[in-house]
């Protein structure tokens, strides 16, 4: 008999933690149908969003929708290498994550610097002038920013121009539901007048990728509702035969990328018990059988 690992060989001799991180490596994905279905749908609406401005990808956690925005990019980057050859300037999408505040509610100044950053690619030689005191660049064209120096305001001006500056197809914000949080009604529609002002200056649409809360945000804002897309990234339910059967057809994947010598069976004799840890999120699933604590068990028992 002979058994196929779906890893190098070498890696049995390497300790728990290296083997780990070559089975949770981000750079390898699993493509499950749920999540080819709303890559497609995605991928699609952000190349030709046909008067959009808010595109919502919207999921449990631990669905994978950081996956999703991975893969999202690296595709529309491909496709567009010979574009951005012919005009450096450009960056075809935008990638950034809305940071849950601390203590209080979302921080705008500092949501606006990080996209600025973002879009500020130092490496393209086609540069961007900021007229702000506390927005300059050094020696070596480094965009630098005096948090202290320059206001909101002066900082919100600077990222429309720049998005207006780079034409991305789209501003992607992972953890869209941060900016919601601990906000109260009359606030939480403050938030969402300034996505739609700024979708409206830079003609830029937003993808936002986040949990159902988003759908809160539309309940306050029926004029943004009208131009958003929202695409569904459900997890795998236990009532659907199909579901269950897709469900093991990537676990199985899972336990053969496992360097361990021997092959835990896990579709054939703990499926369930991994969908009960999962509820059928293959994010969660993938850091659960990647924990530390997981590796350390089955490199003994061996």
């Known amino acids: 008999m002979v ?21 949770k490596n981000p750079d390898v994905t699993f493509m499950h149908r749920n999540l080819l279905t709303v890559f497609n749908k995605a991928h699609r609406i952000i190349l030709e969003p046909a008067g959009t401005s808010i595109i919502l990808v919207i999921g449990p956690s631990g669905v994978g929708k950081s996956t999703l925005l991975r893969l999202l990019y690296k595709k529309i980057i491909e496709q567009s290498i010979a574009n951005m050859k012919i005009n450096p300037g450009w960056i075809p999408i935008v990638c950034v994550e809305a940071r849950a505040p601390g203590k209080g509610t979302f921080r ?6 990080i996209i600025l950053k973002a879009v500020d690619e130092p490496e393209i030689q086609q540069k961007i002038s900021y007229n702000d005191n506390g927005i300059r660049r050094d020696s070596d064209g480094k965009l630098i920013i005096n948090t202290r120096r320059t206001t909101e305001d002066a900082l919100r001006l600077a990222m429309e121009n720049a998005l207006i500056h780079r034409k991305p197809y789209t501003l ?14 009359e606030l939480l529609q403050a938030h969402m007048d300034c996505v739609k002002s700024a979708v409206n200056i830079t003609k830029v649409p937003w993808t936002g990728f986040g949990t159902y809360q988003l759908l809160d945000f539309l309940e306050l804002s029926p004029q943004l509702s009208r131009r958003t897309k929202i695409i569904h990234f459900p997890r795998y339910c236990l009532e659907s035969d199909e579901d269950i059967k897709e469900f093991k057809r990537i676990l199985e994947h899972f336990q053969y990328r496992m360097p361990l010598l021997k092959t835990p069976l896990l579709k054939e004799e703990y499926w369930e018990f991994c969908y009960e840890r999962s509820i059928g999120n293959f994010g969660t699933l993938r ?3 990647g924990s530390i604590q997981f590796w350390q068990k089955y490199s003994n028992s061996q």
Do not use: T
Request: proline share 7%; glycine share 6%.
């Open 287 to 289: 850091d659960w059988l």
């Open 108 to 113: 705008w100044k500092s949501f606006y610097e």
């Open 3 to 23: 058994i196929q690992y779906g890893f190098p060989r070498e890696l049995l001799d390497q300790p728990p933690q290296e083997r780990k991180n070559f089975f």
């Open 172 to 185: 992607a914000v992972d953890e869209f539901q941060h900016i919601g949080k601990m906000a109260g009604v």
